[in-house]
């Protein structure tokens, strides 16, 4: 009797596990699409051999640039992330990238199939348009079942890619933290608002975003669309595009798009005169190979971006929304405030984290790195939470206070010399398992700028921690006055407990 079941429970196993295994990959020639000489974005800024940015703090802001460029576009778009949702400003790309299509622009679509159900209908359309092509990187064979997938294939799809760009006619790109979803640009999100940065850039930059483009697209972890994709989807494509219209014609996406009408960015990019400063800027990235766990080091972008900004001397901020330095990254950190740096951290405090989990591998950090000499400051989501435009944004037009916000930005800056901008996470996740990407700026009035504005915004944005013996305080200051707590700030000692108990578990490599 027992034998039996074993040998059931055996064949129900190996039944499951192929059902979880990817069908042969065909065979993809690669595809490196020409670019035209004679563009309205390559007439604004003609020289390819130097680069120009643009920071994008605000959100309003950088949606409203992203559909300026999809307007803009002649020739071709190219667009990878991480995370599109099935909302507001989901649909409203959705859309604006089916209307470039319509008119000629061909468009290349690449998703991480990591939280692309909801949107499968939609993608289905997008991909069934003759000059739209969709591909899924590292998908999942099971489209209903994704933890079951998990289960069976963790090793593989517990990797993905975190990358986020836009490259349009190959002349313009907006990099850095912002997925495609209402949190990241607007509050209609119901989970809250996330506290983001990009930048557009032009020029050099954006041939080498979209060089990274055509590396992913052209790589062995991308799939597709229509190899994944149930038949029932493909076969019958008026769902996603129904589905699309309804939220494109809803209230909030009208009053969204009033919003957008008039930014400054848009303004300047509709007269040909965008205001970018010139500034030395490097494009860097993981090899997609990354998620199959054989990419060589030299192909991987932490090393490669340590090598870019080089060792602190002076100065080193951190702004990372979940950050898990691990033993060597704590020491490393102490023993660069130990020899003079000033060192700061801005990272997310359990009551603005939309992670918790992840500050289970950071808590047990603090103390340590505080007796090291190191700064740490965690970021504060209540209504004292105003922002001026410096660190990270301002006040975003139509927006509320910002009472349930949360930093997502991920930004270090050297010696007031250096800037990253992009995906990297300050956390084992970022440095092996998932594909990140992003810029180095060299250009001292961007460090410096955003030095200043660490200065001036933190004070009230964010809690400062310090030791009181063996215990942690965390201690804001705002217009009411100073506020001191001795335990993490607007939390249950529930919370409080789960993160203890977290603590104990051997999961720190994966958050």
């Not at 092509?133 to 069976?152: D, I, Q």
């Not at 800027?281 to 997609?288: E, G, I, N, Q, T």
């Not at 060597?328 to 990272?347: F, M």
């Not at 992670?355 to 989501?381: C, D, M, N, W």
Request: glycine content about 6%; aromatic content about 10%; overall charge positive.
């Amino acid at each position: 009797m027992i034998f039996g079941i074993l040998v059931l429970g055996l064949m129900a196993f190996l039944w499951l596990w192929t059902r979880t295994r990817l069908p042969e990959r065909p065979d993809l020639p690669p595809e490196v699409l020409a670019l035209p000489e004679k563009t309205r974005l390559a007439g604004i800024w003609p020289d390819l051999s130097i680069s120009g940015v643009l920071p994008l703090p605000d959100g309003i802001e950088a949606f409203a640039t992203r559909l300026k460029l999809i307007e803009m576009a002649e020739h071709s778009i190219e667009v990878q992330y991480y995370l599109w949702r099935p909302d507001t400003c989901g649909s409203l790309m959705l859309e604006a990238l089916h209307k470039a299509a319509e008119r000629g622009v061909r468009v290349r679509l690449l998703i991480d199939d990591n939280a692309t159900k909801p949107i499968d209908a939609r993608i289905a359309w997008m991909n069934a348009h003759p000059r739209i092509e969709v591909r899924l990187f590292n998908p999942f064979p099971l489209r209903g079942m994704r933890l079951l997938g998990y289960a069976m294939d963790f090793r593989r799809l517990n990797r993905r890619m975190h990358n986020k760009a836009l490259v349009v006619d190959g002349r313009a790109a907006v990099v850095g933290g912002r997925n495609v979803g209402d949190e990241y640009y607007n509050d209609l999100a119901r989970m809250g608002t996330f506290m983001d940065f990009d930048a557009l850039v032009m020029g050099r930059a954006a041939c080498e975003a979209r060089e990274e483009f055509e590396t992913y697209w052209n790589s062995e972890p991308t799939w597709p669309a229509d190899t994944i994709l149930p038949d029932r989807l493909l076969e019958d494509t008026r769902t996603g595009a129904a589905q699309n219209a309804e939220r494109v014609k809803s209230e909030d996406a009208q009053n969204f798009l009033a919003l957008l009408a008039e930014t400054p960015t848009t303004e300047e990019l509709e007269a040909g005169r965008p205001n970018l400063r010139e500034a030395e800027v490097k494009l860097l990235y993981d090899a997609p190979e990354k998620v199959l766990g054989r990419a060589r080091r030299r192909n991987l972008l932490f090393p490669n971006m340590h090598m870019a900004m080089g060792t602190p001397t002076t100065r080193f901020d951190i702004i990372s929304p979940y950050f898990v330095p691990r033993n060597a990254g704590r020491r490393q950190l102490i023993k660069l405030a130990k020899a003079g740096v000033k060192v700061r951290v801005l990272t997310n405090s359990l009551a603005s984290s939309d992670k918790p989990i992840v500050h289970t591998g950071y808590s047990g950090q603090r103390r340590k790195l505080l007796s090291g000499g190191v700064e740490i400051y965690e970021f504060a989501h209540d209504e004292h939470v105003k922002f001026r435009r410096g660190l990270i944004g301002h006040h975003r037009r139509g927006t509320s206070p910002f009472a349930r916000t949360k930093l997502h930005a991920k930004i270090l800056s050297v010696d007031t010399e250096k800037v990253f901008i992009g995906t990297f996470n300050f956390d084992p996740r970022s440095l092996l398992l998932n594909t990140e990407m992003g810029i180095v700026i060299h250009d001292k009035d961007w460090a410096e700028h955003l030095h200043k504005g660490f200065e001036s915004v933190i004070p009230a944005a964010a809690w400062k921690l310090t030791r009181e013996h063996k215990r942690i305080r965390w201690e804001r200051t705002t217009d009411q006055g100073t506020e001191i707590w001795h335990h993490e700030p607007y939390t249950s000692w529930w919370q409080r407990f789960l993160i203890v108990a977290g603590s104990f578990l051997p999961i720190e490599w994966l958050l």
